[in-house]
């Protein structure tokens, strides 16, 4: 439901007049004869639906792909399954990326406050050609696999580049992925080439990797070459740590031969070449191993950029994340914007939580990109960067990783800046992009996702498959988009793929994609995530989203951050369940009677009486996924003596001890 009827942010006439989005309503509307020009959002979005062909041939020519397009711009687009979008273009993703070779910054980088460094768009695309270089005379070709197990540092960007540029497919997994996380992924795709780092800063402390690249490169056998970057430390650089790695080479020497490099030979490859390999996230068992083509990851991060978030050329463009994080493969595409990115790795806390609004300031910062528990932890810290900072580059902030609450709203406009676009956004990895997100030139309202993503066709659909307005649903998109994926790795029949997305409606004529989400579209047009659907609540068969409570406990200042999971109850009852709480509450503090009848009232005065817990129970730590999620499926799992496959995908897999064989939920 809406949480206002009055936008908390609108755009001046001046603003939108000046947007990406409103300069390409203008240009597609003059090219294929339609009134284009000054139409309302839900008027632009039809369009985009009703005739993709138009549409995304639009956001080709408007992003100056480069390249060949042809003819056609999709066959078989009334099926969502197997239709085929630009099958006759040819073009190079890197060679998109790289398209200045001027002095402007193309990447600036802060390791914490212990590393600081910046490359030109010529210094990058030299980078670029001296690896691609290297990838080709060690034998790397078309289709191969280069993985990095790097920090969010400007290596990792260059070997990504130099994989595409030679028609390879790259992967990436952050450096605190322990060493079975890292072949539970890797393992699976068997990679030629593996980039890792020395080290990594966080929270001051340098975090060695060594032992565990060594461990990694012992146990692959298809690695011919493990490059190590100095970072963090100096081992690297020394030879006494590389000795250590099989097939172990410093970037240095790898790079050594190629000094002179200038120019890259880009493989012109077709639109659904595959470019990334992706990980699923979640702890039900081995990671999925998801492909994406680099036609579409090009065209849809265009368009997100470019008309959903109003990316222009030499913008400065960030997004706090790792190389384990879909948002990571986002960002580096804003290099096709003529964007600088700014890249950031470490703690978000350094200096008390305002390092990255230093970055911001320093470098004039024009697009902000966080996680909903980000701006969740500064506002419980009351900071107040508006009072600090100058912020006067910043016209967007991006908030991904889950739902962010109303109240969220009200500290950013409160606290951060009032004249700014904040656009929740929510896809995931599945599809390296976005279903729902922001629009520049439309109102933001308090709670909401602004709308869905051009050339999306989403929707939501009760139990039945049938669209709902003003109610909660499963999160659908009803028709072919240029981003699915190609499938799975080792799913030569696609049958995980269809198991995995196309099967929640068989009563359909056409599946649908099914993305897991529990959402609402509102009365604006606008979407509100309740959270995980597979994580959905139902207590005497009321379904409920888990981020309905957590925005209610998290309200009150004990709580740090809460998870709530349904347990079967009874035992053996055919299937109720009742709610449970658990809450992490600030040092000190021990829950009681007291708090624990405040946090009940609060939930039932704004939700339902359905939605208060039955049992509320203190825990030390809340298990989250690398990309900083909770994960209330293993949990439940842990509640239920149910084993847990895969804790090589949390940050902190220690946590779930505190939710085991609890006393508390036996009775």
């Not at 060594?210 to 030879?239: C, D, H, S, W």
Request: glycine residues 10%; neutral net charge; proline residues 5%.
């Amino acid at each position: 439901m809406s949480n206002s009827t009055a936008p908390i942010w609108q755009p001046s006439a001046q603003r939108i007049a000046g947007t990406r989005l409103t300069t390409f309503m203008a240009a597609a509307g003059r090219h294929w004869h339609r009134r284009l020009a000054g139409v309302d959002y839900a008027t632009l979005h039809a369009w985009s639906i009703d005739h993709p062909e138009e549409f995304w041939a639009s956001v080709w020519e408007f992003g100056a792909v480069r390249g060949e397009m042809g003819t056609t711009v999709v066959t078989g687009r009334e099926r969502m399954l197997g239709a085929k979008w630009f099958p006759e273009a040819r073009l190079n993703f890197a060679e998109n990326l790289l398209r200045r070779r001027d002095g402007a910054d193309a990447l600036v980088f802060w390791g914490e406050d212990k590393v600081k460094g910046r490359a030109s768009h010529a210094e990058l695309h030299r980078a670029v050609a001296q690896t691609a270089a290297a990838l080709r005379a060690m034998g790397v070709a078309r289709g191969d696999r280069v993985a990095a197990y790097m920090p969010n540092v400007p290596a990792a960007v260059v070997a990504m580049l130099a994989t595409a540029a030679i028609g390879a497919i790259f992967s990436s997994a952050s450096p605190d992925f322990g060493v079975q996380g890292v072949l539970d992924r890797f393992g699976q795709i068997e990679p030629k080439v593996l980039f890792a780092c020395d080290a990594y800063w966080y929270n001051g402390k340098a975090i060695d990797c060594l032992g565990k690249v060594a461990e990694i490169a012992a146990l692959m056998p298809t690695l011919e070459r493990v490059v190590l970057v100095p970072y963090a430390g100096n081992a690297a650089g020394a030879g006494n740590g590389i000795a250590a790695v099989k097939h172990g080479v410093s970037l240095a020497d790898f790079l050594a031969p190629f000094a002179g490099e200038q120019d890259i030979c880009f493989e012109m490859l077709p639109f659904d070449h595959p470019l990334y390999i992706m990980y699923s996230s979640g702890t039900t068992g081995v990671p999925k191993c998801i492909v994406h083509c680099a036609g579409g990851a090009l065209l849809q991060h265009l368009k997100e950029h470019q008309l959903q978030g109003d990316v222009r050329v030499d913008d400065r463009l960030f997004y706090f994340t790792t190389c384990g994080w879909m948002m990571w493969n986002w960002l580096v595409t804003g290099l096709a914007s003529g964007a600088t990115l700014l890249l950031y790795d470490g703690s978000p806390f350094v200096g008390r939580g305002n390092i990255l609004f230093d970055y911001a300031d320093a470098e004039g910062m024009t697009h902000f990109g966080t996680s909903a528990k980000f701006i969740d932890a500064i506002a419980k810290i009351e900071l107040k960067p508006r009072q600090t900072h100058r912020l006067e580059n910043l016209r967007a902030m991006f908030s991904t990783g889950s739902p962010l609450v109303a109240e969220a709203f009200d500290y950013v406009y409160a606290n951060i800046k009032q004249d700014i676009q904040l656009a929740s956004v929510s896809g995931g990895t599945d599809i390296i992009s976005c279903f729902v997100l922001g629009n520049p030139n439309g109102p933001v309202y308090r709670g909401e996702i602004q709308c869905a993503g051009l050339g999306m066709a989403v929707d939501v659909f009760d139990d039945e498959g049938r669209p709902v307005r003003g109610e909660k649903g499963e999160l659908v998109c009803a028709r072919s988009f240029p981003v699915m994926p190609i499938g799975f790795w080792n799913d030569p029949e696609g049958a995980r793929y269809r198991a995995a997305y196309f099967e929640r409606f068989p009563n359909l004529p056409m599946p649908v994609w099914c993305h897991g989400d529990f959402a609402e579209i509102t009365a604006h047009g606008g979407f509100v995530i309740y959270g995980r659907s597979d994580a959905t609540l139902n207590p005497g068969g009321v379904r409920i989203g888990t981020a309905e409570i957590y925005r209610q406990v998290e309200k009150l200042t004990e709580v740090v951050e809460s998870l709530v999971i349904g347990q079967d109850w009874p035992p053996g009852n055919g299937g109720d369940v009742r709610v449970v709480l658990f809450v992490k509450l600030r040092e000190g503090l021990v829950h009681d009677d007291a708090l624990s009848t405040r946090i009940k009232q609060v939930i039932k005065d704004n939700t339902t009486p359905r939605h208060v817990p039955s049992k509320i129970l203190q825990v030390a730590d809340i298990p989250r996924t690398k990309s900083g999620k909770i994960v209330e499926l293993a949990v439940r799992n842990v509640v239920h003596g149910h084993p847990v496959k895969n804790v090589e995908a949390l940050a902190n897999p220690e946590a779930l001890d505190h939710f085991r064989d609890r006393t508390e939920l036996k009775s």
